[in-house]
């Protein structure tokens, strides 16, 4: 399965102008086996994104992009989010109760969201090392970190138009249903960053990476 494991969708992030529907439509067009919302800070679109997904009969994972004091992180498997502001550790530390993942996304952007280097002090199931919202040369960065920490390589579009939807996505086993699956895949390293093509969606291999 071919999953965008970071997307935004509006109105529960108000800097995205797509919807739910919108973004299904998308997907189904450029060839993606599922999508996962992660609005900025809220996990409001949980319930409206499962009743969605069945109606649709296509996977819609909900998790969420948490701006912690040490840059932004994706988690899945958290019932709720802290209230407030936090550092990456506290926020990790519920993930971990929780049985979920926390991902580090976009870690070299430029405009202070990212964790950086100090990614790697932390206990991380995973590096958001493609993101479409991000420059080459600071998702390469992310790309070394990832490989330096041996944790699994994800892709995604961090799509806020439906344009931007799957440039990088996620290869996961086929027959996912839920969040469940998608954080034991996370475990377990069984995923890898794919990129859309005008023939479909490829694997980013170490060749591609080098031609870069």
Request: proline residues 3%; negative net charge.
């Amino acid at each position: 399965m071919i999953i965008d494991t970071h997307v935004h969708a509006y109105p529960t992030s108000d800097d995205s102008d797509m919807t739910l529907e919108q973004i299904v439509e998308q997907a189904l067009e450029i060839g993606l086996d599922g999508v996962c919302i992660t609005d900025h800070d809220s996990l409001i679109i949980k319930e409206r994104a499962r009743d969605y997904s069945r109606k649709a009969g296509f996977p819609i994972f909900v998790g969420a992009e948490v701006f912690t004091y040490e840059g932004d992180v994706l988690v899945f498997g958290l019932d709720k989010l802290p209230g407030q502001r936090v550092h990456a550790d506290y926020l990790l530390d519920l993930v971990q109760e929780s049985g979920g993942i926390a991902v580090s996304a976009h870690p070299f952007r430029t405009n202070n969201r990212g964790m950086g280097n100090v990614a790697r002090r932390h206990c991380l199931h995973g590096i958001e090392v493609f993101n479409g919202s991000t420059d080459m040369i600071n998702n390469l960065k992310a790309v070394t970190m990832a490989e330096d920490m041996r944790l699994p390589l994800l892709g995604a579009s961090d799509a806020h138009r439906v344009e931007a939807l799957g440039k990088y996505s996620t290869w996961f086993p086929d027959g996912m249903s839920n969040e469940k699956d998608l954080i034991k895949a996370v475990k377990q390293g069984n995923v890898y960053p794919v990129r859309l093509t005008d023939k479909g969606f490829e694997k980013i291999s170490r060749q591609i990476i080098k031609s870069t």
